[in-house]
């Protein structure tokens, strides 16, 4: 046991499970040099150690909450219950605001569904029964594809991106527009690449009618769930391609 | 006497961490927004104890760890269950803690630290002699007290964080570690530094251990 691998252990001891302990003992019980920067050391870390604690100020607990509340635009948890539909199992995220996220089961798992939504959103969810409002907004779409927006809450959104969906929602059911269409119908002709962005970002689909909004050229482009959900969406409200 | 009759080192004679690190804290079943208030219960006082030792100002630590808190509660409400149950909570809010402080830090002059905090000097004074037994004599305590707080906010804050989380906080290796996020050997290393510089500002008296058998009165008259 050298001096040097003497200092360097000194703090490992302290926990007791330095193996070479008895090694570094028998050294410094052996080397005045060692003992002096042993004394040293643990002197510093003795008066350390006995530094008085410290109380917070008081009310901090209450203060922190506060901060909190006022911070965090929204602080509870969504819910989410599943619902089934024609085109499968449906997970509905809400709030006693509205409806905030749909999501397609496509197989991949509840577990992965929550976790992505849950990020989408920014907030938790607690799984939970679809209360009857939920259901029936739900069912409504696929009856009459024309659900009441007011049960749906997209505040989240950015404002150029709450416009995007409400123009695509005034899309009558089978029929379809361009990107364009909706960039020009909210007066920002150019900004054609931004509603694609607002349709892809839509944390409510069906509900807001994004796959109501196809390319130029008549193609239905992307969506979330696949281009064959969509192709099966619209063939649900009647929208047949030929005829465009 | 010789040093070896008076033996300088065993397990009498080895610092203890701090009582209030060593008490075991409750443990939440699965941090979330739901039961965040008595998360905050439990650990505002080690989070504010450890800012102010950072930073040493009062008006500061209660900042950092009210963001630092603000901050806990986005991430969590963020976090899907699995990652909640897999969390674990007490180096992670350590972590947060310091990074709002180095954050907060950077955008002052570290030359302008203040001392305000550390207390009051006379209250430190007045205090009654708790803590650890220990069969040594440290010499002027008190006083040296006061020095030790003010020479600990001269380390740079990499090695003030290491010797506050080892010294004062009274976490291990690995869980310095994983609050810095640092290789081990890098936090024993980091503590050691700190030690060293600290000895160097304070010189060879503050704190130091003098063998039981000795009085402090007739170290200093050697």
Not at chain 1, 176 to 192: D, F, H, I, M, N
Request: hydrophobic share 40%; aromatic share 6%.
């Amino acid at each position: 046991m050298r001096c040097c691998d003497v200092e360097r252990l000194w703090d490992e001891m302290r926990d007791g499970v330095e193996p070479r302990r008895e090694h570094v003992l028998a050294h410094l019980r052996a080397c005045p040099e060692c003992q002096e920067i042993y004394r040293e050391n643990e002197g510093i870390a003795y008066c350390l150690t006995c530094l008085p604690p410290v109380d917070p100020p008081q009310r901090m607990v209450g203060k922190i909450l506060d901060h909190i509340k006022t911070t965090v635009k929204i602080i509870s948890p969504d819910s989410i219950a599943g619902v089934d539909s024609p085109i499968g199992k449906l997970y509905v995220a809400f709030r006693h605001s509205g409806i905030t996220a749909v999501a397609l089961d496509r197989g991949e798992g509840e577990e992965a569904i929550l976790a992505k939504l849950q990020r989408r959103l920014g907030r938790g969810l607690i799984p939970s029964q679809a209360p009857q409002w939920v259901s029936d907004t739900v069912a409504a779409f696929f009856r009459t594809h024309q659900p009441d927006l007011e049960k749906v809450d997209i505040s989240a959104l950015t404002p150029f991106e709450q416009s995007a969906l409400r123009a695509a929602a005034t899309i009558p059911p089978g029929e379809v527009r361009s990107y364009r269409w909706v960039a020009e119908k909210l007066g920002q002709p150019t900004a054609v690449r931004a509603v694609g962005r607002a349709m892809a970002r839509n944390p409510v689909p069906l509900l807001y009618p994004c796959h109501r909004v196809v390319d130029a050229s008549g193609a239905l482009h992307q969506y979330a769930y696949g281009v064959d959900v969509k192709a099966r969406i619209l063939a649900l409200e009647g929208y047949q391609p030929a005829r465009r | 006497m010789s040093a070896l009759a008076a033996p300088i080192i065993g397990d009498h004679h080895r610092v203890t961490a701090p009582a209030a690190a060593s008490h075991p804290l409750p443990s939440h079943p699965v941090p979330g927004p739901e039961n965040f208030e008595s998360i905050v219960d439990d650990y505002q006082r080690r989070l504010y104890g450890f800012a102010l030792r950072m930073t040493g100002n009062r008006e500061d630590a209660e900042e950092i760890v009210q963001d630092a808190f603000v901050r806990a509660y986005r991430a969590l409400a963020k976090m899907d269950p699995q990652q909640r149950a897999e969390l674990r909570l007490q180096p992670w809010l350590y972590t947060i803690t310091l990074n709002v402080t180095r954050n907060r830090l950077r955008s002052k002059r570290p030359t302008n630290v203040a001392l305000d905090a550390l207390a009051d000097p006379d209250a430190l004074l007045n205090e009654t002699q708790e803590g650890p037994d220990q069969p040594e004599q440290i010499v002027d305590r008190a006083a040296d007290m006061v020095l030790v707080e003010q020479a600990l906010l001269q380390l740079p804050m990499h090695l003030r964080a290491a010797a506050t989380l080892r010294f004062i906080e009274g976490r291990s290796h690995p869980e310095i570690a994983e609050i810095l996020n640092q290789p081990i050997g890098t936090v024993k290393s980091h503590v050691h530094r700190a030690v060293r510089i600290l000895r160097r500002i304070l010189g060879p008296q503050v704190g130091r251990i003098v063998p039981s058998d000795r009085p402090a009165s007739q170290e200093e008259e050697e």
